[in-house]
């Protein structure tokens, strides 16, 4: 009896101690946190990616900070719209500015003006 107590106790304190050393998966990269380390673009520079928004309009979206912070642009050589996110997969907000992504859109909203919805561009 007392071998298959000591039989009992190691088994249970093994899976105790095995349970307790794993570590917490992390939950997958967001699209942000992907994009802020790539370059969708001919000029290479690290999280800019080109949009194509519904008004035929380019928008060049360069995601900073771990894709917590969206610099947005009309052209390269504009100066940027700076946006930012409290957490991964939320609103990003500006002054007076804030977008949204969905997939490989994002909806940028701005006062009283219609929403503007941007694709990634591909064709690049």
Known sequence: MTALRIGIAGISLFLVSSGCSEQPRKAPPTE?????????????????????????????????????TLELRRDGNAAPVVLTAPAAG???????????????????????????????????
């Open 90 to 124: 939320l609103q990003y907000v500006g002054d007076t500015m804030s977008a949204t992504f969905a997939g490989n859109e994002i909806k940028i909203e701005e006062g009283d003006k219609p929403p503007v919805l941007c694709r990634k561009d591909t064709s690049l």
């Open 32 to 68: 942000q946190e992907i994009h802020a380390g790539d370059s969708g673009d001919a000029s290479g520079i690290a999280g800019r990616h080109p949009y194509r928004c519904d008004d035929d309009r380019p928008l060049l979206v360069d995601f900073k900070n771990e894709g917590m």
